[in-house]
């Protein structure tokens, strides 16, 4: 079974500059998540999905973060514009009906 | 706020003992109870979860839960270089279903 992919590896932005960050969860995983992970912290979480409706999005900073699960599979989550604060790894995770949440790679974001 | 508090270690325990790991939680409303492992600069993995009050053991793993202290430990018997990791403690309010609290992790290595 292919685990959770997650793109690019590495993104190195200047401030200002908008990224965008692709996921791919779990083939038949329905409940998709978006977190942030700062040095030296846990996972926050910033989206929850369940298929393709966003159920929790209280974390979310919605001035410049947005995200979007079309058809309840792929989700793709954008930055615009990028600050410097929000250099991190950007970890996906899809669950199925279990309690076993599963993580992708991340991506680790860089703003200059 | 909801809080999940670990020490940030490092905690340095030899070849062959016990590395005993703690994690306290804020709300009492909590759940379910997961410990998660991550490698550096890996993605977090399950290694296990409870959900009674009382030890729950998986091979070399124990969790133990007490909802009263609002308390929750993971002892790692006779550990190994293979287990140096931070742990992550992490509780749902919702069930196994909820979304999940972090805490920073407690950074765990064992000597050879």
């Known amino acids: 079974e292919a685990g959770v992919v997650q793109s690019p590896r590495y993104k190195i932005i200047e401030k200002k500059q908008p990224v965008a960050f692709w996921c791919n969860p779990i083939?038949?995983?329905?409940?998709l998540y978006w977190y942030r992970q700062n040095l030296g912290q846990g996972p926050e979480l910033l989206i929850r999905y369940e298929n393709e409706e966003a159920v929790d999005d209280s974390q979310l900073p919605k001035d410049r973060f947005s995200a979007e699960r079309l058809k309840g599979v792929d989700s793709t989550l954008k930055i615009q514009p990028a600050e410097l604060g929000d250099s991190a790894v950007y970890l996906c995770?899809?669950?199925?009906?279990?309690?076993?949440?599963?993580f992708g790679p991340g991506t680790r974001l860089t703003v200059l | 706020q909801k809080e999940v508090e670990q020490n940030s270690g490092p905690l340095s325990v030899p070849e062959g003992a016990i590395a005993s790991l703690n994690c306290t939680y804020s709300?009492?409303?909590?759940?379910?109870f997961f410990w998660y492992r991550q490698y550096s600069g890996k993605s977090p993995e399950l290694i296990m979860f409870i959900y009674s009050n009382g030890d729950k053991e998986d091979g070399r793993f124990t969790a133990q839960l007490n909802k009263a202290s609002q308390y929750v430990s993971l002892l790692i018997r006779d550990s190994q270089p293979s287990d140096s990791a931070t742990y992550l403690c992490?509780?749902?309010?919702?069930?196994?279903?909820?979304?999940?609290?972090f805490g920073k992790g407690t950074k765990l290595s064992v000597k050879p």
């Open positions: 995770a899809s669950r199925s009906t279990g309690h076993e949440q599963f």
């Open positions: 992490a509780v749902s309010l919702g069930g196994s279903q909820g979304n999940l609290i």
């Open positions: 709300d009492r409303g909590s759940q379910s």
């Open positions: 083939s038949g995983h329905n409940t």
